[in-house]
């Protein structure tokens, strides 16, 4: 297995505050790699830079061996890397279809798709993640689990070689998410890489093939799910001193 | 409707428009060249503001750099009219392009301070300059030719109708609206949003400066304080919002209807129709907010609550 990602001492601050503290990592092809940690851990920050909607004060991120630090977002989306947002971003006025369809538009680079062919692609992920019969609805229609899902569809759509999760599981009941895991396992299948940010321990601990653990913004574990959750310092960080 | 019958109304109303200079009179062509530059102003406002969502206070600039480069060509430099529209449109492009990347990083009301800034200081620079003729003006020479100026507008009018349609059915066009949409969105989704801003801005700008041009040739003069009127500006989003901004006809329905409607007042009711015009701006704004284009759309479901909907959902 080799790396697809390498996350190399990468440190992101804030006016005062460090949101992320000398992370490394590395995630491995055709891995499941889920990431969690208290409110305020730094999760979505670290997406945030390895998409390129913020850069880290220092620190190297490299992507299939090569530094895309410098690189604006809509490159790394180009290259292969697919995001969702924890607070959607839908395109409000659009209907759910197009809004996937952007991704199959602009997720290959200069490239052009026809808009025909893009609304195909569109049409098919849209019943992979099970929003087919809403295609023709504005996205701003759909309520927040059918939010969460075209999130997951725009970014498909991309045909990205990673895929970046950031709580798309949050709001969702339990039919719901098993059924949101059983996409994304799929999605693993078909070949794409996924990073997953999670606040249902639960259901991330059955999805992870490893899982990273932040704390105020520091890597405090890395690891096999079991043994991570097991950790003293993790639920120390999770439950607090006194009850660990 | 079909796609046919739309295309065959557009076609025929083209055709009717064009027509007007062989039965209309003096006045009414007239009123239809200076409806039409209008109409062309609001549709090129259309791609800056409409569908990238960007509201451009800089397009009066765009307007006045059209019309000075047909003014320079033909005062200055004995040039024919043509020369000086491409010279115009040149400079409108060019200025879209090296204001767009420091501008077009901000957003929402910041880029409309930007934008509003720059009529007056462009205005101030050409007022200085020589080859504009510094704050007295330019005279070209007359043209005693309206049929020629009202067909050069529709024909403007028509190429930026088209280029509007164009957006709505293109890889570019989509990408304009995932901007307006949600721009980071847009962004991670591989949208080069800095450069497609530009784009369309430049775009925008390229419209107004031929119909800055149309209308430097059809006055005959031009200062600094009439090409880059600020007014200009804010009537083209009137006309655009009115009309229904993001659409391929509104906003050009929208120059139409006020310019009518603000036509009449101002024959009928000669010293209050500023008042008048006023009244309808703000009933349209608090009725329908989303513009004409909207009402067609859900008039036929929702009826006259339609209007009801309007002032309850924005708490008037």
Same mark, same amino acid.
């Given at each position: 297995?080799?790396?697809?990602?390498?996350?190399?001492?990468?440190?992101?601050?804030?006016?005062?505050?460090?949101?992320?503290?000398?992370?490394?990592?590395?995630?491995?092809?055709?891995?499941?790699?889920?990431?969690?940690?208290?409110?305020?851990?730094?999760?979505?920050?670290?997406?945030?830079?390895?998409?390129?909607?913020?850069?880290?004060?220092?620190?190297?991120?490299?992507?299939?061996?090569?530094?895309?630090?410098?690189?604006?977002?809509?490159?790394?989306?180009?290259?292969?890397?697919?995001?969702?947002?924890?607070?959607?971003?839908?395109?409000?006025?659009?209907?759910?279809?197009?809004?996937?369809?952007?991704?199959? &538009?602009?997720?290959?680079?200069?490239?052009?798709?026809?808009?025909?062919?893009?609304?195909?692609?569109?049409?098919?992920?849209?019943?992979?993640?099970?929003?087919?019969?809403?295609?023709?609805?504005?996205?701003?229609?759909?309520?927040?689990?059918?939010?969460?899902?075209?999130?997951?569809?725009?970014?498909?759509?991309?045909?990205?070689? &990673?895929?970046?999760?950031?709580?798309?599981?949050?709001?969702?009941?339990?039919?719901?998410?098993?059924?949101?895991?059983?996409?994304?396992?799929?999605?693993?299948?078909?070949?794409?890489?996924?990073?997953?940010?999670?606040?249902?321990?639960?259901?991330?601990?059955?999805?992870?093939?490893?899982?990273?653990?932040?704390?105020?913004?520091?890597?405090?574990?890395?690891?096999?799910?079991?043994?991570?959750?097991?950790?003293?310092?993790?639920?120390?960080?999770?439950?607090?001193?006194?009850?660990? | 409707?079909?796609?046919?019958?739309?295309?065959?109304? #557009?076609?025929?109303?083209?055709?009717?428009?064009?027509?007007?200079?062989?039965?209309?009179?003096?006045?009414?062509?007239?009123?239809?060249?200076?409806?039409?530059?209008?109409?062309?102003? /609001?549709?090129?406002? $259309?791609?800056?503001?409409?569908?990238?969502?960007? /509201?451009?206070? *800089?397009?009066?600039?765009?307007?006045?750099? *059209?019309?000075?480069?047909?003014?320079?060509?033909?005062?200055?430099?004995?040039?024919?009219?043509?020369?000086?529209?491409?010279?115009?449109?040149?400079?409108?492009?060019?200025?879209?392009?090296?204001?767009?990347?420091?501008?077009?990083?901000?957003?929402?009301?910041?880029?409309?301070?930007?934008?509003?800034?720059?009529?007056?200081?462009?205005?101030?620079?050409?007022?200085?300059?020589?080859?504009?003729?510094?704050?007295?003006?330019?005279?070209?020479?007359?043209?005693?030719?309206?049929?020629?100026?009202?067909?050069?507008?529709?024909?403007?009018?028509?190429?930026?109708?088209?280029?509007?349609?164009?957006?709505?059915?293109?890889?570019? *066009?989509?990408?304009?609206? /995932?901007?307006?949409?949600?721009?980071?969105? #847009?962004?991670?989704?591989?949208?080069?949003?800095?450069?497609?801003?530009?784009?369309?801005?430049?775009?925008?700008?390229?419209?107004?400066?031929?119909?800055?041009?149309?209308?430097?040739?059809?006055?005959?003069?031009?200062?600094? /304080?009439?090409?880059?009127?600020?007014?200009?500006?804010?009537?083209?989003?009137?006309?655009?919002?009115?009309?229904?901004? *993001?659409?391929?006809?509104?906003?050009?329905?929208? #120059?139409?209807?006020?310019? #009518?409607?603000?036509?009449?007042?101002?024959?009928?009711?000669?010293?209050?129709?500023?008042?008048?015009?006023?009244?309808?701006?703000?009933?349209?704004?608090?009725?329908?907010?989303?513009?004409?284009?909207?009402?067609?759309?859900?008039?036929?479901?929702?009826?006259?609550?339609?209007?009801?909907? $309007?002032?309850?959902?924005?708490?008037?």
């Amino acid at each position: 297995m080799s790396a697809i990602l390498e996350i190399d001492h990468v440190t992101r601050r804030f006016a005062g505050l460090v949101a992320v503290s000398d992370v490394s990592f590395a995630l491995n092809e055709g891995e499941i790699l889920g990431v969690i940690g208290p409110n305020g851990a730094g999760k979505t920050t670290l997406v945030s830079l390895i998409s390129g909607t913020l850069t880290p004060s220092s620190g190297d991120i490299r992507f299939q061996g090569q530094s895309i630090t410098s690189l604006p977002a809509f490159r790394r989306a180009r290259l292969g890397i697919g995001r969702t947002f924890q607070i959607m971003r839908p395109f409000p006025g659009l209907s759910v279809l197009d809004n996937v369809a952007v991704g199959a &538009l602009f997720g290959h680079g200069e490239e052009s798709t026809a808009l025909q062919e893009a609304r195909e692609k569109a049409r098919r992920h849209l019943e992979f993640v099970g929003l087919g019969r809403f295609a023709d609805q504005r996205a701003d229609e759909l309520g927040g689990p059918g939010r969460k899902r075209l999130e997951l569809a725009k970014a498909l759509a991309m045909e990205p070689k &990673l895929l970046l999760c950031d709580e798309v599981m949050a709001g969702l009941n339990h039919v719901e998410i098993d059924e949101v895991i059983d996409v994304i396992r799929k999605v693993r299948d078909s070949g794409i890489t996924v990073l997953v940010i999670e606040h249902v321990i639960k259901a991330i601990k059955s999805l992870s093939d490893r899982l990273l653990v932040l704390h105020h913004g520091e890597k405090i574990a890395d690891g096999e799910p079991d043994v991570v959750l097991s950790d003293k310092t993790v639920v120390e960080a999770y439950l607090g001193k006194r009850r660990a | 409707m079909s796609k046919t019958i739309r295309i065959a109304i #557009a076609v025929l109303v083209v055709i009717v428009l064009a027509a007007v200079p062989w039965f209309g009179s003096d006045v009414v062509v007239q009123f239809g060249i200076s409806t039409l530059i209008l109409a062309v102003l /609001a549709q090129g406002w $259309n791609i800056i503001g409409g569908y990238t969502g960007y /509201a451009s206070f *800089g397009n009066s600039t765009f307007f006045g750099l *059209g019309a000075y480069g047909v003014g320079i060509a033909m005062v200055q430099w004995n040039l024919p009219f043509w020369v000086g529209m491409v010279f115009g449109a040149v400079m409108a492009v060019a200025f879209a392009i090296l204001l767009g990347i420091p501008v077009l990083r901000l957003r929402g009301h910041y880029f409309a301070i930007a934008t509003l800034a720059l009529a007056q200081v462009v205005a101030a620079i050409v007022s200085n300059i020589p080859l504009f003729g510094e704050n007295i003006g330019l005279v070209l020479p007359p043209l005693n030719n309206d049929a020629m100026f009202y067909e050069l507008s529709l024909a403007l009018l028509v190429a930026a109708t088209l280029t509007v349609w164009w957006l709505t059915r293109s890889r570019f *066009g989509f990408g304009l609206i /995932a901007i307006r949409e949600n721009e980071e969105g #847009a962004a991670v989704m591989g949208v080069d949003t800095t450069r497609y801003k530009i784009m369309a801005f430049a775009l925008s700008g390229l419209f107004s400066a031929l119909a800055g041009g149309i209308q430097a040739y059809w006055i005959t003069f031009l200062d600094p /304080a009439s090409a880059f009127d600020i007014s200009l500006n804010v009537k083209m989003i009137i006309m655009a919002v009115f009309g229904g901004p *993001g659409t391929i006809f509104g906003p050009v329905v929208g #120059a139409f209807v006020l310019s #009518a409607i603000s036509e009449v007042l101002s024959s009928e009711v000669t010293n209050i129709a500023g008042l008048f015009f006023g009244i309808v701006v703000v009933a349209a704004v608090v009725l329908m907010p989303r513009g004409l284009a909207d009402i067609v759309r859900h008039f036929r479901s929702s009826g006259w609550r339609y209007f009801a909907q $309007n002032i309850r959902a924005h708490r008037i």
